[in-house]
């Protein structure tokens, strides 16, 4: 027994549009919440070589800085481990600036990665690509200018799924198959991405509803269907189409320079972003150049370049 037992329609009419930005319905949210926890772990049970190296999470369920203070969604999520992620987080990090990474702080907006979304329109499991998940962009963009590369993607393609659609992960109007996406066409996609694209397959909420335990199966297999693509598009050193394996050696040997003479405590003076001019103390060093610094009652990350000695 896995002990998920499925979604009520109560849970998908508690992420209608007029309730996002209430905490009244923080309770409704909730138990979805827990639903989706128990669905992950089932899920991390049923795929577990498949899951192995991703850590799971789930989406805040208050209005809160982590969704800009509205919860339209809850969405499990799969992405690559703490291990993998501090490899790439110096790197991340330096291409937002402060106050993006303060308006739009979800780590899940960052990585490629799986997911099982609970909306007010039923139940989504896909694989997402937020604008922000630059590196993994990018490094399927650099993997298409091979040659023969975006006939390996189109073939990858046309594998997937039979149900699984390809578009923008919050438009309203149905996405054309992903079978029949041509890879000029996904790579113009990444380039145009305003917000986040999915590959993805719906339940609508009426049918989720009633459908109760073998949601796990449809998600599982949904799952493994995207999973050669999601390995395909994914930025790993043995996936490396963006020269990352350099800059991360070249990141590590500056931050150790960098890190001379700075020890926690230190007080220093921030100089650009939101927070410029600001004098804040140090709370810790991070790795690849990066330090956590107190100002005020907020725990700021910011790279070393961008701070001084008062």
């Known amino acids: 027994m896995s002990g998920f037992e499925g979604f009520s329609a109560a849970d998908f009419s508690a992420f209608e549009e007029a309730k996002w930005g209430s905490h009244a319905f923080n309770r409704e949210r909730l138990e979805v919440k827990l639903k989706l926890q128990t669905l992950g772990k089932a899920l991390q049970t049923r795929l577990a070589a498949e899951l192995s190296g991703l850590e799971m999470g789930i989406t805040e369920e208050r209005p809160s800085v982590f969704n800009r203070q509205r919860v339209r969604d809850l969405t499990l999520f799969f992405l690559r481990d703490e291990k993998a992620r501090r490899m790439l987080d110096g790197i ?17 907006h960052r990585h490629l990665y ?13 694989l997402f690509l937020h ?12 993997r298409l200018g091979e ?3 975006g006939d390996r993607l189109e073939a990858l393609l046309r594998a997937l799924p ?25 790579a113009e996609a990444i380039r145009a991405n305003e917000e986040e694209l999915a590959f993805y397959a719906d339940r609508p909420a009426g049918e989720a ?23 395909h598009i994914s930025w790993r050193r043995d996936n490396d189409f ?68 008062p």
Request: proline letters at 5%; hydrophobic letters at 45%.
């Open 92 to 108: 991340l990090e330096r291409r937002r600036t402060i106050a993006e990474n303060l308006n739009d702080p979800a780590l899940c």
């Open 114 to 126: 799986l997911g099982a979304r609970v909306f007010s329109g039923g139940l989504r499991g896909g």
């Open 131 to 142: 604008r922000d998940a630059w590196v993994d962009s990018e490094n399927l963009l650099r």
């Open 147 to 149: 040659l023969y590369e």
């Open 162 to 186: 039979p149900e699984v659609r390809f578009g923008p992960a919050f438009a309203h109007e149905e996405a054309p198959l992903a079978r029949d996406l041509r890879a000029s066409a996904l």
């Open 209 to 231: 509803s009633r459908e109760g335990p073998p949601l796990l199966d449809w998600m599982a297999g949904i799952f493994l269907g995207l999973l050669p693509l999601k390995n």
């Open 242 to 309: 963006v020269s990352l394996a350099q800059t991360l050696q070249q990141e590590e040997k500056k931050a150790e320079l960098a890190f001379t003479g700075i020890k926690a405590g230190d007080s220093v003076r921030i100089k650009s972003g939101v927070a410029a001019g600001r004098i804040g103390r140090v709370e810790s060093l991070e790795r690849k150049g990066l330090l956590k610094v107190r100002v005020g009652p907020l725990l700021i990350a910011v790279q070393v370049e961008d701070v001084a000695i």
